[in-house]
């Protein structure tokens, strides 16, 4: 039986890999398959495009204009202590 934890980092990685390849190498999101997944899979289909912009920059470290999964995986890192900050400041 799959853990949360488990079924968490499956998500993860086949989220990448939904959106991957549509144009394209399938090991790296172009910047158009990362913008439809985050509109798509966190609801933010208000991203304004200078802050996607700024966010695709951050992402990409290797300037290729494409994210691989390491960037992702960073990408999603962020989040999470993003998250994990807030509930920190809602429980105190």
Known sequence: METPLEKALTT????F????????????LSR?????LIRTELCLSEIQE??????????DKNSDQEI???????FLT??????NDFFLE???
Request: net charge positive; glycine share 6%.
């Open 17 to 28: 890999h939904k959106y991957s390849g549509r144009e394209g190498s399938k090991l790296t």
């Open 78 to 83: 962020t989040l999470c202590m993003t998250y």
């Open 68 to 74: 691989d999964f390491k960037e992702y995986s960073v």
């Open 50 to 59: 200078g802050s996607f912009d700024n966010l695709m920059k951050s992402l």
């Open 12 to 15: 993860m990685v086949t989220t």
């Open 90 to 92: 809602d429980h105190k």
């Open 32 to 36: 158009k398959e990362l913008k439809e």
